[in-house]
């Protein structure tokens, strides 16, 4: 089946499904498959549910006029989303880079979406499937589009950016996430500027840090726009003012007070400020759409509980993002300051160096106590009673249940399988 073909099916369709308990009416299934499932079988119950059409690629579940069957289900997504973003003609920015993906993602669509119809990845859909679904969601009412892209080796970025075919492009930073992966931070560096080669080749325009001189050095030959603040050259000049804990930044003469925490999340800030002024949306929609955002899904949110307020920042984590956390956690004005942190994943044979630094950093900091979480982390040396050290989360359900900890500031990060939002039922 041709993919223009399938594109016009695709448009008297009402939008792309994977996942049968989401089918909508008129929807077009793609039956992909994974390590434990086959989207094969589920074909006909997603026709039954109100799907359209079924795209598989076993003969063996082909019903008459309502399935199409192609050699591979997942790369007949990826070739469909790629032929639709060609036919959409708009400009796509491609955003990736090792923490604060999401975060700068969001404040970008609620700054853009101030002028324009946008649409940006869901959540955190930004990997080979996420990606094309994410082309896929936009039509020809959306005006500008958001891309987040994800990767843990090399050419994951390359491969993405073929799909997506990003105009403009924003890495958000160089970090030691995903080691495992990329081997090293060099490794990091080279797989994430996969998207500034694509700008190159197709002559697009990358938003940069001018505080970043890996940025600097990297799109030389980039046609770029540079934000920062008074100490660097920058089109685009926005000050920190403070971070106690909310950051709030200036920018022509105007306070722009978020509701984020960490000084970390001023970059994510400047780069949204950064696109909204390139693309012509006005400073008052700017602010409101910065100061009305509203981190979720255990992102630097702040939250209360009893006499307690708790910083919430358990989405994931590496040694770049914990070292960030704990070094703004440092400088809060707040007294009795607790930091509940657990282990790093997929950082491979860097693992146990990377665990020890985060607690020799932490010894150093302005913090009352540190709790440290899981078994990477519980493989450190500290002889300093700052440190409590758990080798599981039960463990530490156990220890809390004794603690009583009241007036107290927490911090709690580690990485997504350490789940450390289970705490907030346990204070």
């Known amino acids: 089946m041709k993919t223009s073909d399938l594109h016009s099916l695709y448009l008297n369709c009402n939008t792309v499904c994977t996942d049968t308990r989401s089918v909508k009416e008129n929807d077009i299934f793609?039956?992909?498959?994974?390590?434990?499932?086959?989207?094969?079988?589920?074909?006909?119950?997603?026709l039954q549910a109100g799907a359209k059409y079924a795209i598989i690629d076993d003969p063996e579940y082909h019903i008459e006029h309502k399935t199409f069957v192609v050699k591979d289900v997942l790369e007949t997504l990826q070739s469909l989303a790629a032929y639709h973003r060609d036919y959409l003609n708009i400009p796509i920015i491609g955003l990736t880079g090792s923490n604060g993906k999401t975060t700068t993602k969001e404040l970008i669509n609620a700054v853009l979406s101030k002028k324009y119809t946008t649409k940006a990845t869901i959540g955190n859909l930004n990997n080979h499937i996420g990606v094309p679904l994410t082309l896929l969601s936009m039509n020809t009412n959306t005006e500008i589009g958001i891309v987040e892209m994800g990767a843990n080796h090399l050419k994951e970025?390359?491969?993405?950016?073929?799909?997506?075919?990003?105009?403009?492009?924003y890495i958000t930073n160089f970090g030691k996430a995903h080691l495992e992966g990329f081997g090293s931070t060099e490794g990091v560096i080279k797989g994430k500027s996969e998207l500034y080669t694509f700008l190159k080749k197709t002559k697009g325009l990358a938003f940069i840090n001018a505080k970043d001189t890996k940025q600097i050095e990297l799109t030389s030959d980039i046609k770029t726009i540079a934000f920062g603040d008074k100490s660097v050259e920058a089109k685009t000049i926005i000050n920190l003012k403070e971070a106690n804990?909310?950051?709030?930044?200036?920018?022509?003469?105007?306070?722009?007070?978020s509701q984020l925490i960490g000084a970390y999340n001023f970059t994510n800030i400047s780069a949204a400020i950064a696109?909204?002024?390139y693309f012509?949306?006005?400073?008052?929609?700017?602010?409101?759409?910065?100061?009305?955002?509203?981190?979720?899904?255990?992102?630097?949110?702040?939250?209360?509980?009893?006499?307690?307020?708790?910083i919430l920042d358990a989405y994931n984590a590496n040694p770049t993002s914990m070292k960030a956390a704990l070094e703004s956690f440092h400088l809060l004005k707040d007294n009795?300051?607790?930091a509940?942190?657990?282990?790093?994943?997929?950082?491979?044979?860097?693992?146990?160096k990377e665990h020890q630094n985060i607690i020799d950093l932490a010894l150093s900091l302005d913090i009352d106590k540190v709790y440290v979480i899981g078994n990477l982390f519980k493989?450190?040396?500290?002889?300093?009673?700052?440190i409590t050290s758990l080798d599981t989360f039960e463990s530490f359900k156990a220890v809390l249940k004794d603690l009583n900890i009241t007036n107290a500031t927490l911090l709690i990060k580690a990485s997504r399988g350490m789940k450390l939002e289970r705490i907030l039922d346990l204070i």
């Not at 509940?340 to 146990?352: K, S």
């Open 30 to 46: 793609f039956a992909l498959k994974g390590d434990n499932f086959n989207g094969n079988l589920f074909a006909e119950k997603a």
């Open 157 to 169: 970025i390359e491969f993405l950016c073929e799909i997506a075919k990003p105009n403009f492009g």
């Open 245 to 257: 804990p909310f950051v709030v930044s200036e920018y022509h003469n105007q306070q722009i007070k």
């Open 275 to 277: 696109i909204g002024t």
């Open 280 to 310: 012509e949306v006005n400073n008052t929609d700017i602010k409101m759409a910065i100061e009305s955002y509203t981190p979720t899904n255990n992102r630097s949110q702040i939250i209360t509980k009893g006499s307690n307020k708790i």
């Open 336 to 338: 009795n300051k607790i």
């Open 340 to 352: 509940i942190i657990g282990d790093m994943f997929e950082l491979g044979h860097e693992a146990q």
């Open 379 to 386: 493989a450190t040396k500290s002889t300093s009673n700052k």
